[in-house]
């Protein structure tokens, strides 16, 4: 699978020009406005943005879940008019069958898609066992911690091998320690299946660590405020957080965030707490 998404350069998703205006209270708001950025094949790219910037917007127009008010998104050169089976979304909640076992709810795209059931166990088996869940294949979903449902969200997506794979805050809720692990697992597994990824996070250091580039979006209406390239070498471990390079992109990028964060904050509908979040993290690298 690695090879031919390497390959094929396929998922390159070009989002254009794309305004999107939502009611509010029976009037109009402008979420995004002039929205442009490519999400480049077989890259890991990462959207980060303020809170309520419209990350999630961005993520269900990809996805096809909406459609924007104006400019279009593009995959491989095909205007986006819906969902696909080309884009496979990992939600913040999980989407996760209760009644299905893990393996169930994993094998139940291509059993659906009509593979046979020996053959989507095998190929569920094996994704299984990339994300850390050998032998908590036939538990429920609520007999699994957090961040294992997390992991199974993942293969699951997986499994019916997108051309893009959208993950819209995966790790959100998960304590400290379970993000690390989940963020080591997830870029093992990019690394070694080299599918095109657009991640959207709110925490810079995660933003760095997983990313070939990060898009940072602006506050309401939303447009891309800066593309960084993060050129850390693959594969990735945690303790590349300790480099100067990782330093400097972090310093920048919590820049911008903060520029944005405080003209939020100044018309009085962002989170002070955001604010706040920014300055001490900003604090904490002088
Ligand atoms: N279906 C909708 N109808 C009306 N307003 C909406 C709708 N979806 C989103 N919005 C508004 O659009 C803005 C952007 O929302 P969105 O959820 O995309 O932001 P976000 O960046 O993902 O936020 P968060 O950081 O909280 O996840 C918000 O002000 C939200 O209230
Ligand atoms: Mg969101």
């Not at 449902?149 to 790790?171: G, H, M, W, Y």
């Not at 320690?177 to 989940?182: E, I, T, W």
Request: with cysteine; proline share 5%.
């Amino acid at each position: 699978m690695r090879e031919d998404r390497r390959k094929g350069s396929v998922g390159h998703v070009r989002v254009s020009e794309v305004g999107k205006v939502f009611a509010r209270a029976g009037r109009p708001e402008i979420i995004l406005k002039d929205c442009t950025f490519d999400v480049l094949p077989g890259r890991l790219n990462v959207l980060i943005g303020p809170s309520g910037s419209g990350k999630s917007t961005l993520v269900n127009l990809i996805a096809g879940y909406a459609t924007p008010s104006v400019g279009e998104v593009e995959i491989d050169g095909t205007r986006v008019t819906g969902p696909g089976a080309d884009r496979m979304v990992v939600f913040q909640e999980t989407t996760l069958f209760p009644w299905m076992t893990l393996i169930d709810n994993i094998a139940f795209g291509p059993i659906q898609a009509g593979v046979p059931k020996l053959s989507a166990h095998e190929q569920a088996r094996a994704l299984l066992s990339k994300v850390g869940l050998t032998g908590f294949e036939h538990r429920f979903t609520d007999q699994v911690s957090g961040g294992m449902q997390r992991r199974a969200e993942v293969a699951r997506a997986l499994i019916n091998r997108p051309k893009v794979l959208l993950l819209d805050e995966p790790f959100r809720g998960l304590d400290h320690m379970s993000r690390g692990l989940m963020q080591e697992y997830f870029l093992r597994l990019f690394e070694d299946e080299g599918i095109t990824t657009l991640f959207v996070t709110s925490e810079v250091d995660e933003a760095i660590l997983l990313a070939d580039r990060v898009i940072v979006l602006s506050y309401k209406p939303t447009a891309v405020k800066s593309i960084l390239d993060v050129f850390l070498p693959r594969p990735r471990t945690f303790q590349m957080q300790t480099l100067p390079q990782f330093a400097e992109l972090k310093g920048a990028t919590l820049q911008l965030l903060y520029e944005e964060a405080l003209k939020g904050f100044v018309k009085g509908t962002a989170a002070s707490a955001e604010l706040d979040r920014l300055m001490a993290a900003q604090r904490s690298m002088r």
